[in-house]
């Protein structure tokens, strides 16, 4: 029997929970025959105001079948469901949203005007307050690609997400920080930079953040070995007892309108130079770091592909940077090949703990790596003199140091736990004898998302070669590794459509 009791109030409805997860989208479920959809004339996908209390949230309509939901009911999405704190049963109302006020903003970026600090702060403001449907994101995201967002619109995106956001701030005179553009497979330093700077007396309070299209962020990679949701008084209280943390920025709310963006930019696979040097900086501006060091790989299949693309952006980082107040050194590294033999969250985890606890089969371009862009912090913070830097961070790694500073920061943010091992492996093995002459870095991580990386944590890619090693027919390239077999499966059907992941260079 339906229900069918309608509430004195004719903008009213009763709420009632489907539990869909739609990530950071908020969406609400209506029946289009309901009264409040025929009153307002709301339509499949029309943006609506969404009030439960006196919490409101600009959300997407989806309509639905009368077998879901009851005339009377309402849904919302978890991420909109969170948001205003709603409660099994609560009324709802709906109503027309206000009207955007940047929308004129918008549409004069749209067609190549430059926006200054007002209209980039108005923006901005709408975007964090929700009114901006995902097509408002694209559009906006589309029109501030490539080049189209010069030094001085750089430098007003950012400042407006910086105060869109909370801010950290520290009392101490040097805040470090160490961030990778990306496009990197298993480049997975922070862990073993935040300990390493840390051990050698320079604070460095890391936030970081969860792949999206990646196998693996370094807040899904270090959440294997210790909690990282952490709030900013528990930050603060690692911080201050250990020198340093690696917790999910997501958490601490800096720079929100980053993460809104991000969610439209990756999708659509945009290189957008302005827009990347706002995500970057706004994060660590609000993080209240002063000296920062930007791993910046370059490779063919890397996210900067040429040395030219790597200085123009290193040039729109130095200049930002410095109307910000931030110290940089961008290091420019090599981006040919994956780094370490991990690719997923808990096999990067494992490469992390090997190079720590100095195995003899760590991976060395890894323990490089790390002591590179730790020596570069270590030199920008003037804890050390120039060129000085990679001994004392060797030095840290060598004689445990830094691996005794990672379990006490482990234990601080609520205590350390051991990377968990897939239930399904399959070996990929080369079809012909030859050397390896390079890597589809972006395959890669395709391949190790479809096994199902990074949301089953132990799932992956481990690889068994490096550039220049020479092998017979049928010796091991890499082994997948998965929690399920539909996952497995998906990942070997793409394998066999693209199986020059591993190039090979027949042998003379």
Not at 333 to 345: A, C, F, K, M, N
Not at 396 to 413: E, V, Y
Not at 485 to 491: F, M, T
Request: proline fraction near 5%; include cysteine.
């Amino acid at each position: 029997m339906k229900r069918s009791t309608l509430h004195g109030d004719h903008g009213t409805l009763k709420l009632r929970r489907l539990g869909i997860d739609t990530y950071t989208d908020p969406v609400i479920y209506m029946r289009a025959d309901c009264h409040v959809c025929r009153a307002e004339g709301f339509e499949a996908r029309s943006r609506v105001k969404v009030t439960v209390g006196g919490r409101g949230i600009i959300a997407t309509l989806n309509v639905v079948s009368d077998a879901l939901l009851a005339i009377d009911e309402v849904a919302l999405s978890e991420f909109a469901w969170r948001t205003v704190g709603a409660s099994e049963g609560d009324e709802v109302r709906v109503s027309h949203p206000d009207p955007v006020e940047s929308d004129s903003r918008l549409r004069a970026k749209v067609y190549g005007a430059r926006l200054d600090a007002a209209d980039m702060e108005a923006i901005i403001r709408d975007v964090i307050g929700g009114l901006y449907s995902d097509l408002h994101l694209a559009a906006f995201v589309t029109a501030c690609a490539g080049d189209r967002l010069d030094e001085s619109e750089t430098v007003a995106l950012t400042r407006a997400m910086i105060g869109a956001g909370e801010r950290i701030r520290w009392d101490f005179p040097v805040v470090a920080d160490k961030h990778s553009v990306g496009g990197l497979p298993g480049n997975r330093t922070t862990p073993l930079v935040v300990a390493i700077v840390a051990d050698c007396g320079v604070r460095i309070p890391k936030t970081s953040s969860r792949a999206i299209t990646s196998p693996a962020g370094t807040a899904d990679t270090m959440e294997v070995l210790a909690p990282v949701d952490l709030d900013v008084a528990a930050m603060r209280r690692v911080v201050e007892s250990e020198g340093g943390c690696i917790v999910w920025g997501g958490a601490v709310r800096l720079s929100p309108a980053d993460d809104i963006l991000i969610r439209v930019e990756r999708p659509l696979d945009f290189d957008s130079e302005g827009q990347l040097v706002a995500s970057v900086l706004s994060k660590k501006a609000a993080a209240g770091s002063t000296h920062v060091v930007i791993d910046m790989p370059v490779g063919p299949t890397a996210k900067v592909r040429s040395k030219a693309a790597a200085q123009s952006l290193s040039d729109r980082l130095r200049a930002v940077g410095a109307a910000l107040g931030l110290r940089l050194r961008i290091e420019q590294t090599d981006g040919s090949q994956p780094v370490g033999r991990g690719i997923g969250p808990a096999l990067e985890a494992r490469d992390l703990l090997a190079v720590f606890q100095n195995q003899t089969d760590a991976p060395r371009d890894l323990r490089e790596r790390a002591i590179r862009l730790a020596a570069a912090v270590l030199e920008l913070a003037n804890a050390v003199a120039a060129g000085q830097g990679a001994a004392m961070a060797a030095s840290a790694l060598d004689d445990g140091r830094a691996w005794r500073k990672f379990q006490a920061i482990c234990k601080a943010q609520g205590g350390m736990r051991e990377p968990p091992s897939s239930s399904i492996t399959h070996v990929v093995e080369a079809a012909s004898r030859g050397a390896v002459s390079g890597f589809d870095n972006r395959r890669l991580s395709r391949l190790a998302k479809l096994a199902g990386a990074p949301s089953a944590a132990a799932a992956g890619l481990e690889l068994h070669v490096r550039s220049g090693d020479l092998v017979a027919s049928g010796q091991p390239l890499f082994t997948v590794h998965a929690e399920a077999p539909g996952e497995l499966a998906y990942a070997l059907d793409y394998l066999a459509k693209h199986p020059g992941i591993v190039m090979l260079d027949p042998a003379e």
